[in-house]
């Protein structure tokens, strides 16, 4: 089955800026290992950006991605505006011409876009494989960033409406090509 990795929002100002989310740098540094996996197998990667006018202005330093993430200048960049990756973006059409029909999710932030993002995928038709240790969110005054990674790892994996399948496997654990 052809799969992309979908890399969401590790932006310097979400991930570089103090306080920093839960295990940063060892999320950015799966999330590598991950895409570098993936672009050895032919797997293509797209690296989604957030933006919004208040601190996230497109092209800002802030809206660029976080200075310890590899990218390859072949890697595709989408730019978003929503907690969900496909609403009002070029990303499903991408999908389509590269005859995609699995996606791996990653990035920032757990709760909002990582999780709105794999739940519009699957709604989509689209297998979902959540990197399970390469998402992250802030710590919040309810839950911590580990938590809250933690529950929508088990919340997300055990969503079978939609029909398709969406697992939350380690980084290091998925596998690329047939």
Not at 139 to 157: C, E
């Amino acid at each position: 089955m052809k799969t992309a990795v979908l890399v969401i929002d590790v932006q310097r100002g979400l991930c570089d800026d103090p306080p920093r989310p839960h295990e940063a740098q060892d999320v950015v540094q799966r999330i590598n290992a991950l895409t570098g996996r993936a672009r050895a197998t032919g797997v293509p990667v797209a690296f989604i950006q957030h933006e919004y006018e208040v601190d996230l202005e497109f092209d800002s330093e802030r809206w660029q991605l976080a200075d310890a993430l590899g990218v390859d200048a072949a890697d595709t960049k989408i730019r978003k505006t929503t907690p969900d990756s496909f609403l009002r973006t070029p990303l499903e059409a991408w999908l389509v011409g590269q005859g995609v029909r699995r996606v791996v999710v990653c990035g920032y932030s757990s709760e909002f876009c990582v999780d709105t993002t794999t739940r519009r995928a699957a709604a989509l038709g689209y297998e979902v494989v959540l990197a399970a240790d390469a998402h992250t969110s802030h710590d919040k005054p309810h839950a911590t960033g580990a938590f809250i990674r933690a529950h929508h790892n088990a919340t997300l994996s055990g969503i079978t409406s939609f029909c398709v399948r969406i697992s939350a496997i380690d980084s290091a654990r998925i596998a690329f090509g047939d």
